[in-house]
């Protein structure tokens, strides 16, 4: 009798590894592999040469040039004429150099005459992109001239960084007409700093997010920066404003799910959006939100779709073995919940024998075994359930494997028990006693 068992768990097991095996998707995984690749060649050569040029027009500066860059600034702010050239952003150039190369050439009362005028471009400014140059400004110079100790010029720089960031919550800018997402995601960044430091309160980073969003295009990967920023201030311990602080959570994620509603979202769309991400040399917990999201989009648009985004998330499986994407809880958690919320019962049998699938393939990844298996295994009896009292005619390749491949799974995990699961997916007495031959190992519940 065990070694009837043994034999018939051996040969479901088959049934298992034909699934796991990629090999059916090996020239598709292939040409993905294959453009990640030459997409991470790409970044990497922008990076560097972005880096050169960074290089060039900053560490090789003489004391001259420095003095010319501040020259250049102040007799831009003293014309009017300083939100009319690129004085400003020189000026962010100059303030990254090392402190002893900036110190060695700016004097103290230099220094003060910068934070001066830089409080008078602050105070001129109707778009809030140069108000945020000036505190990148002051941030970075707060930073050099710590190593001069002077109290003096210390609190002049600590002063105009709190006067800019007052006027940010009670300004009404002027809307945006420049500017990339990149830089709008920078600005988030700072925005939160500002928080977690305590240099404004919850209701001004509120206050402050809010009138990014009016001034820009509220993208979807900004508004999801923004949620991942929410998500950071409610892990901080006895934080004020939390309700305040979750309400706009919420308002957020309806604002993503409307702007979702709207958007069209094409095969080639999905490819690049995956290809682009996976690519990147530091990957944001919103760089997958955008993916994932993309993908079920997608799937909602139309049968096509939803086959290609069943497989791009198949391809996700595939690369976490390489990189450990999921083990990450955040991301592992939105691809879940969003995988699940693909399923219905309305698919066509092509659908659900991919969806049955994927599942079983989470099923035999360590990590979702962790801490999804109850929802994969529920999910498969769902489907197999739905498949079962559908007019398709039942056969080995679109029901009884999957449900030798279901008794197997649960035979060999001793935390899993359907006792009802033949009489759950039967339709008839007919039905009943066919499907209870493809459960034996679970009636024997004997593991090898």
């Given at each position: 009798?065990i070694?009837?068992?043994e034999?018939?768990?051996a040969?479901k097991y088959?049934l298992?590894?034909?699934i796991?095996d990629?090999?059916?998707n090996k020239?598709?995984?292939?040409k993905l592999d294959t453009?990640?690749?030459k997409?991470?060649?790409?970044n990497?050569y922008?990076?560097s040469?972005?880096?050169s040029i960074?290089r060039i027009?900053n ?6 040039d420095?003095t010319?860059?501040i020259?250049?600034f102040?007799c831009?702010?003293e014309n009017?004429?300083?939100f009319?050239n690129?004085s ?6 100059l303030?990254?150099?090392p402190?002893?190369k900036?110190?060695?050439?700016i004097s103290i009362d230099n ?5 001066t005028y830089?409080?008078?471009v602050?105070h ?9 140059l000036?505190l990148?400004i002051?941030?970075n110079f707060?930073?050099?001239i710590?190593?001069?100790k ?10 105009l960084?709190?006067?800019i960031l ?7 800018y002027s809307k945006e007409?420049k ?5 709008f ?6 925005l939160?700093l ?6 404004i ?11 990014i969003?009016?001034?820009t295009?509220d993208s ?14 409610l ?7 939390e ?8 308002e957020?994620?309806k ?6 509603s ?6 080639i769309?999905?490819?690049n959006i995956l ?5 990147k040399?530091t990957?944001?917990?919103?760089d ?6 993309a993908l079920?989009m997608?799937?909602?648009t139309s049968?096509?779709n939803k086959l290609f985004s069943?497989?791009?998330c ?5 690369y976490?073995?390489?990189k450990h ?6 991301i592992r958690?939105?691809?879940?919940d969003?995988?699940f919320?693909m399923f219905?019962k309305n698919?066509i049998?092509?659908?659900k ?8 393939c ?5 990590v979702?075994?962790?801490?999804e298996?109850k929802?994969?295994?529920f999910?498969?009896?769902n ?9 398709v ?6 029901f009884?494997?999957?449900?030798d491949?279901l008794?197997?799974?649960i ?5 899993s ?14 039905n009943?006693?066919?499907?209870a ?6 009636k024997s519940r004997?593991?090898?």
């Amino acid at each position: 009798m065990i070694n009837n068992l043994e034999a018939l768990a051996a040969k479901k097991y088959i049934l298992v590894k034909n699934i796991l095996d990629k090999s059916s998707n090996k020239s598709f995984f292939d040409k993905l592999d294959t453009l990640i690749l030459k997409k991470c060649f790409d970044n990497a050569y922008e990076y560097s040469l972005a880096e050169s040029i960074e290089r060039i027009n900053n560490c090789n500066l003489s004391s001259r040039d420095i003095t010319e860059i501040i020259n250049n600034f102040t007799c831009s702010v003293e014309n009017n004429l300083i939100f009319n050239n690129r004085s400003l952003y020189e000026m962010v150039k100059l303030s990254i150099l090392p402190s002893k190369k900036l110190n060695k050439t700016i004097s103290i009362d230099n220094y003060l005459k910068i934070a001066t005028y830089l409080h008078y471009v602050s105070h001129e400014t109707k778009f809030i992109r140069f108000d945020f140059l000036v505190l990148r400004i002051t941030d970075n110079f707060l930073v050099r001239i710590d190593d001069i100790k002077n109290d003096k010029l210390t609190q002049k720089y600590l002063n105009l960084k709190k006067s800019i960031l007052e006027k940010m919550v009670i300004f009404s800018y002027s809307k945006e007409n420049k500017n990339k997402e990149t830089t709008f995601l920078c600005w988030i960044d700072r925005l939160l700093l500002a928080a977690v430091e305590q240099e404004i309160d919850i209701k001004s980073f509120i206050n402050i997010s809010k009138k990014i969003l009016c001034l820009t295009d509220d993208s979807i990967y900004v508004l999801w920066k923004l949620v991942n920023s929410i998500n950071y201030l409610l892990s901080i311990q006895e934080i004020d404003f939390e309700n305040k602080l979750r309400n706009y959570k919420l308002e957020l994620e309806k604002h993503i799910e409307n702007r979702y509603s709207c958007s069209k979202v094409s095969d080639i769309d999905l490819e690049n959006i995956l290809i682009n991400t996976l690519a990147k040399q530091t990957i944001a917990r919103e760089d997958f939100y955008y993916l994932f999201d993309a993908l079920i989009m997608a799937s909602k648009t139309s049968e096509k779709n939803k086959l290609f985004s069943l497989q791009l998330c198949n391809y996700l499986l595939y690369y976490d073995h390489k990189k450990h994407l999921f083990s990450y809880r955040y991301i592992r958690k939105h691809f879940a919940d969003n995988l699940f919320s693909m399923f219905s019962k309305n698919d066509i049998i092509e659908i659900k024998l991919k969806e049955l699938q994927l599942l079983i393939c989470l099923w035999f990844n360590d990590v979702f075994f962790c801490f999804e298996k109850k929802r994969v295994l529920f999910s498969i009896i769902n489907i197999l359930k739905s498949i079962s009292t559908s007019e398709v005619k039942l056969n080995h390749n679109n029901f009884y494997k999957y449900c030798d491949i279901l008794d197997y799974m649960i035979a060999n995990d001793n935390d899993s028990s359907i006792p009802d699961i033949v009489d759950f997916l039967a339709t008839n007495n007919q039905n009943k006693h066919q499907i209870a031959k493809h459960f034996k190992l679970i009636k024997s519940r004997k593991l090898f």
